[in-house]
């Protein structure tokens, strides 16, 4: 499958996240055009993908932070098939906790599964939860190997 993995990344949490799904997905010999998101960034969306997955931070209680959301403005329509994914803190509140993940996954009406880790993975159990969503994601989408 020809897959997009954007991600939106302050400090290197959630670009750690998406480079395990990227080695995931290129394990399973998938198509993954991956990039971080930036104002300056000139987006390859002239060609269409099977799957999107989209990555970001949390911040302002709850909310997408502002560079994930001008990209998401430049998807033309909203793809169909949408995986979200994020890191955020739990000491922003239960309540907000990935939040964006939320946010994004309301806005794209996902029936995807989503994943949301906390700062930085490095626990078994992280890597474990990446792995399972990778798989979810691929089974729900018809290409897992
Ligand atoms: C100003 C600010 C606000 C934040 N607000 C939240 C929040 O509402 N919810 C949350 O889960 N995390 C929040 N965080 C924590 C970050 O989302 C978290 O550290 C994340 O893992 C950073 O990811 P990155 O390293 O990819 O930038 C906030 C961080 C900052 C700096």
Redesign the pocket.
Known sequence: MKILLAY????????AVAEEIERLLQEQDHEVTTFRVSPSANYPLDKAYDLYMLGA???????TPTDMKDFIAELEMKPKHVALFG????Q??IE????AVDRMSQYFKSDYPTLKIE??PHRKEDYEAIYQFVQQVLEKRGGVK
């Not at 939106?8 to 670009?15: E, M, R, V, W, Y």
């Not at 907000?96 to 939040?99: K, R």
């Open positions: 939106d990344s302050l400090s290197g949490n959630t670009k931070w949390t911040v302002d209680y709850g909310r890191t955020g803190e739990t922003w509140g907000n906790f990935c939040g700062q930085m």
